[in-house]
């Protein structure tokens, strides 16, 4: 495999357990575990069996010390990130939802350590020798001017440095409060903006692309959990018309009856072929996963890009319909693991896509 290199925030996640409230909790005990999406697509990656290295700034504390060597124990290169005496590990906290109540992200992220971090402090040009792929997102540029311009420099290095770079769009609407003068969309949007046109490979749903980029597609209500699949290559194509050094487009397709029941699937358009793929398919016709009783969804656009950076990297699979096959199956499996990280091997990922879908024991 090649060598993939991702760069971003990660944190600590607090959790109450189960499907507890922070009311019915506090003061009292949460589950803590490390999450990030950068952080999250390098784990996927190493534990699909990629050679993957980690880049963030960490403080120099116990916090920090623990949070390097989870990643570690995972087989992620650990050795570039930046520990600092500035900052602090950022944090978030999340109440898993259930039927018609929505589960809830809360953040405490100002001030952290990668917030606080220069451009100049990270080595890009050493970094990114021998990489094969990048992958960065619209989350670490929300979180501080500083962090957007450490973005954009490592992005440019890599484009000059002929390393193919990915991007999730991610927009996040309680971040983006960095600038007093412009509000959260259009910010995103200028920042972005500075990014995409480094970007090969760009993952983003409909909301994203129409936050960020003013591009929607017709008669999909993503609030209302309703989507209009042959909609999607259209805004695929029209991202590409704007950013023509994009080569392929993916997004996610859910549709969230409740927030313990989706239907789940992915596309990935092929700008040079325009055409588009889509998974699971059954039949030739696009036919998304039903998932019923969702664990947790935090982190599943993570495992769709890290499954489809694994299979478009690897020559076990026919092209991009395949790619995007694993990707999908990929995610859909993250929805039945608690926390960010996927913890799922190729195995488990290929007997989905085979047709296992019944979650026998296997003994």
């Not at 490390?34 to 784990?43: I, L, P, R, T, W």
């Not at 003068?181 to 129409?210: F, H, W, Y």
């Not at 239907?263 to 696009?286: H, I, K, V």
Request: proline share 4%.
């Amino acid at each position: 495999m090649s060598h993939f290199v991702t760069f971003g925030e990660i944190m600590g996640r607090l959790a109450p357990p189960g499907m507890l409230r922070l009311q019915q909790t506090l003061p009292g005990s949460l589950d803590m575990m490390f999450a990030g999406a950068e952080a999250n697509v390098a784990v996927s990656l190493a534990i699909l069996g990629a050679d993957v290295s980690y880049v963030t700034a960490l403080p120099i504390n116990p916090l920090g010390d623990a949070c390097v060597a989870s990643l570690r124990a995972l087989g992620i290169d650990t050795s570039r990130i930046v520990r600092s005496d500035q900052g602090r590990l950022g944090l978030f906290f999340v109440e898993t939802g259930a039927n018609q109540r929505p589960s809830r992200v809360i953040y405490d992220r100002s001030a952290s350590t990668i917030s606080v971090t220069p451009a100049e402090d990270y080595d890009w040009p050493s970094i990114l020798n021998g990489a094969r792929g990048l992958h960065v997102t619209g989350i670490t540029p929300a979180v501080s001017r500083t962090a957007a311009e450490a973005t954009i420099q490592c992005v440019q290095q890599a484009k000059e440095a002929g390393v193919t770079v990915s991007c999730d769009l991610n927009f996040r609407a309680k971040l983006w409060r960095w600038s007093e003068e412009t509000d959260p969309k259009t910010l995103a949007g200028q920042v972005m903006r500075k990014v995409l046109p480094s970007v090969d490979l760009l993952i983003a749903n409909e909301e994203d692309c129409g936050d960020v980029l003013g591009i929607h597609a017709a008669h999909s209500d993503v609030q209302a959990g309703r989507i209009e699949v042959e909609a999607y290559p259209d805004v695929a194509r029209q991202v590409v018309e704007q950013f023509p050094n994009v080569r392929m487009v993916a997004t996610t397709l859910r549709e969230s009856y409740s927030a313990s029941h989706n239907n789940w699937g992915a596309m990935l358009y092929d700008a040079q072929e325009d055409r588009a793929y889509f998974a699971p398919e059954e039949d030739g016709e696009y036919e998304p996963y039903e998932i019923r009783n969702i664990v947790d969804r935090v982190g599943g656009g993570d495992s769709f890009a890290a499954g489809l950076l694994f299979a478009l990297d690897c020559d076990d699979f026919a092209g991009p319909g395949e790619a995007v096959g694993f990707a999908a199956a990929a995610s859909c499996l993250a929805h039945s693991v608690a926390g960010d990280f996927n913890y799922v091997s190729r195995a488990e990922v290929e007997a989905l896509m085979g047709g296992s879908t019944t979650g026998r024991v296997v003994r």
